[in-house]
Structures are given as structure tokens and as C-alpha cells.
């Protein structure tokens, strides 16, 4: 196997380092927890080596909620990560195919591409809402499908897809002898909604991932798990898992325990903090200008883009966001999609931090768009005209039309129709800016 780090991992806040960023609007998860606020004793604990499928009062707390579920159902792992790994190396190679629902998180491409397996991917659409095309799907399965694989409720997005969606995707997969796995890591961030079942309770063709990393704020103990009522899957699973660790931390899983037998006392105030940032967003969403979003449903992540028409350098704007606002935010190629979109997660920071580090934002996206709008004098290969075209004439503009230059230019290289406009301004200075541009 071939490894390739993700972008997603090279440019994420703790390799960044988290001393040198103030506004953390990148984050996927609720803030984290410190131990100290934890009513564990971990003193008599004896660290020895744990049950391979996880202490079986973990696994009967992820199990809690279900009436369908039990625990043979489920493998606890070093999170959701190492979960989904041992998904894709059980049960890929070379000669198979899976569709990939994309965006969607990088292990599920990544671990794949290193597999050398063959991959259909379908990008979700912000035209479309970010809903899922069932036919399109259905277009890509193969015979040697192994794997459909989505995240619900969905990252970037914030996507809760439906349950007559949901159904689709799982007849899909029994009727094609596959599996949907569905990496549901945001299930209890429901925030405006119930509490959805594992989908894995509804078939032996679904496998469902989760861990206590975004909802409780705790990714630093690396618990997740597996969950399938696919007893010949899981077996496979646990063979995987016995080849790359053997078993978990038991500290980790002790903590893991607490958190879910208590989760009330976690989720409850983390929904209620949910709110209040999300209710900022949304107002701050709807006064400012430059983006456009698909609001979320669930989870602490949304993925907004550049409203069409605006011309920012993305590249220009996350640098200069990072180094001199110290804040930052999930580009867009964090995803393999282009850098006009970007994740900003609500979860983790204050309410304050939060309406700073949008702030600061908006105040970047003005300053970048005005530089762009704006241009030098002196354009080479520009043809100025002392009257202006009537194609270019702008009637609704107040400058007096003696005084105003239109200069039409076309950058072939870029294939840019540029159309500049200057006047004299007081001082007796030419200001030329951007009127208009198009794609040729």
C-alpha cells in the first residue's frame, strides 16, 4: 500500500499548532474536554490487555438506545478513523469497486486509492441541496461493488438526508449483494431533530461508524466502533483489528464508558451551545454578502461557497486569514473540491470566538474584493477610447461620461474579457477599477 497524506491533515489546526490560532472555525467537533472535569477513578484500573472487541459494558452503552442491537453487534477501535480503515482493507483490493458519495471524509478515499481499488465518485451539489442521486448511484453499481459509502449526517454539509433516501441506498445494497457504509460520527449532534437509530438495525447490509471524537468533544481518547449485524462482517472486522492493534487502550475505553453512561450530561449542555452559535450564523449569513450556504440540519459543520459573480484569490484570502487574523477555516480542497467553498464549523468555539472569527471574515472578504476589483494603470495591450463604446456605455453611472474611459481587454491566455473604467479623480489622479469581466 501506497499512503498519501490528506490535505485535510497536513493543514489541520494541530499541525498548524493551536498556540498560533486564535479563531478556530475549522474544527469538525464540540470543544474538547478536559479530564479534570471527569468524574473517572482510574486507580485500580489494571492495564492489562483488553477484550479485542472492547469491554462489553462499552459496547452494551453504544447499544443503549436499541432494541435491535446487541453487543456482538459492535467492535470498539482507535476512532472512527482506524474504523473505517479496517472497513476498506477487509474488504477491498484491486479487483473491486465501491461509489463514493463525495464530499466525504478523507479516509474513505484516501484508503481506498492506496488499496489500488477502482472508485465511482459522485459529488454531492449545492444546486441540488446536497441530496443524494439515487439513480445516479444506481448507474455506477457494478459486479464487483463491494462498498457504498456516505456520512450522515453529512460532513461538510451538515446534510441530514431523509429516510426514503436512506431506504434507497440500503435496497441498493442488498439487492447488488454489497454494503452501504455510512459513517455516522454526528448522530448525537442532532441538535433540531430526534435521535436517529444506528442505520445498521435496519439490515445486515449496513455498516455504521461513530465515535466519541465530535459529539463529545473527546478525540484525544481515539475510541470509535463498528457497528453490523453482519456476523460473518464483523468477524472479518475483528481479524483486521487483531492484526493492526489487538485491542484498545483500556484508560481510553474506561473513558469512553463514562462519557456514554452519562450522556446526558455531555449532550445536553453541547446541543444547547450548538444553538446559540448556529442562531449567530444564521444571522450572520444572512447580512453578509459574499457567500451562500445550504443551512445545515445536524452535526457542527456547514460548507457555505463564494456567491457566482464574486472573484476572490482563495488562496490569497485562507493565507492572509491565517497569518494575520490568526483564524482559519476548511478550505474547500480539504474535500478535493475547489477552494470557493469552506467548512466552518460552529461547535467548537465560544459564542465569542465565534462571532470574532466570522468577523474577521467578513472584513477580509471586503478588503480581497475590493484589491481585486481594483486595478493599475498602465494595462498592456489596452485600447482606449476617448468615447466610449455604446456596447460599454453604463447609463446608470453618475460620473460624467466625458470623463469616463472604458477599456475593453481580453487576456487571452486566460480567456478573460476585462472591461476597466477610470476617471480623474480630485487630485487630479486616475482611479481605474473593474467594471465588468467574463469568461470566453
Request: proline share 4%.
Amino acid at each position: 500500500m501506497q499512503y498519501k497524506r490528506m490535505p485535510l491533515e497536513i493543514e489541520a489546526p494541530e499541525e498548524k499548532g493551536y498556540n498560533t490560532i486564535k479563531y478556530n472555525l475549522a474544527e469538525s467537533s464540540m470543544r474538547d474536554i478536559q479530564l479534570k472535569d471527569l468524574d473517572v477513578d482510574l486507580k485500580d484500573l489494571v492495564l492489562f490487555y483488553g477484550e479485542h472487541r472492547g469491554i462489553v459494558k462499552l459496547r452494551e452503552a453504544i447499544t443503549a438506545d436499541s432494541d435491535i442491537l446487541s453487543v456482538d453487534d459492535v467492535m470498539v477501535t482507535g476512532g472512527a478513523a482506524m474504523a473505517l480503515f479496517i472497513v476498506a482493507s477487509s474488504m477491498l483490493g484491486p479487483n473491486d469497486h465501491l461509489v463514493v458519495i463525495r464530499s466525504n471524509y478523507g479516509t474513505n478515499l484516501e484508503t481506498p486509492r492506496a488499496l489500488s481499488c477502482e472508485m465511482s465518485i459522485l459529488d454531492l451539489k449545492f444546486e441540488d441541496n446536497f441530496e443524494i442521486d439515487i439513480e445516479a448511484v444506481k448507474k455506477e453499481i457494478k459486479s464487483n461493488t463491494k462498498l457504498i459509502s456516505i456520512t450522515n449526517p453529512h460532513n461538510p454539509t451538515g446534510k441530514l438526508f431523509d429516510e426514503r433516501t436512506l431506504r434507497e441506498l440500503i435496497l441498493l445494497a442488498e439487492e447488488h449483494d454489497c454494503f452501504l457504509l455510512v459513517d455516522e460520527t454526528y448522530r448525537e449532534l442532532n441538535f433540531q431533530t430526534e435521535l436517529k437509530p444506528y442505520l445498521a438495525e435496519h439490515s445486515d447490509r449496513v455498516i455504521s461508524v461513530s465515535s466519541v471524537s465530535k459529539s463529545y468533544g473527546a478525540p484525544g481518547i481515539r475510541i470509535g466502533w463498528i457497528v453490523s449485524r453482519n456476523k460473518k462482517l464483523m468477524g472479518d472486522f475483528l481479524a483486521a483489528k487483531e492484526q493492526i492493534c489487538l485491542c484498545n487502550s483500556v484508560i481510553d475505553e474506561e473513558i469512553a464508558f463514562y462519557l456514554l453512561n452519562n450522556r446526558a450530561q455531555f449532550i445536553a449542555p453541547n446541543h444547547a451551545h450548538i444553538h446559540v452559535n448556529f442562531h449567530y450564523l444564521k444571522q450572520w449569513f444572512a447580512r453578509q454578502r459574499f457567500l451562500e450556504w445550504v443551512e445545515p440540519q445536524a452535526g457542527v459543520v456547514c460548507f457555505p461557497r463564494l456567491k457566482p459573480g464574486i472573484q476572490l484569490n482563495a488562496e490569497s484570502f485562507y493565507e492572509t486569514l491565517y497569518q494575520q487574523y490568526a483564524t482559519i477555516v476548511g478550505p474547500g480542497h480539504w474535500f478535493e473540491l475547489d477552494k470557493v467553498y469552506m467548512r466552518i464549523g460552529f461547535g467548537y468555539p465560544h459564542a465569542a470566538r465565534i462571532k470574532a472569527g466570522v468577523g474577521k471574515s467578513g472584513g477580509l472578504f471586503e478588503s480581497e474584493y475590493k484589491v481585486n476589483r481594483m486595478s493599475m494603470t498602465g494595462f498592456v495591450g489596452c485600447q482606449k477610447f476617448s468615447t466610449p463604446p455604446a456596447q460599454y456605455l453604463k447609463t446608470s453611472c453618475r460620473l460624467n461620461p466625458e470623463y469616463y474611459i472604458f477599456v475593453p481587454t481580453y487576456y487571452a491566455a486566460e480567456k478573460l474579457l476585462v472591461t476597466i473604467g477610470a476617471w480623474p479623480s480630485a487630485g487630479g489622479n486616475n482611479i481605474t477599477c473593474i467594471i465588468s469581466h467574463s469568461r470566453i
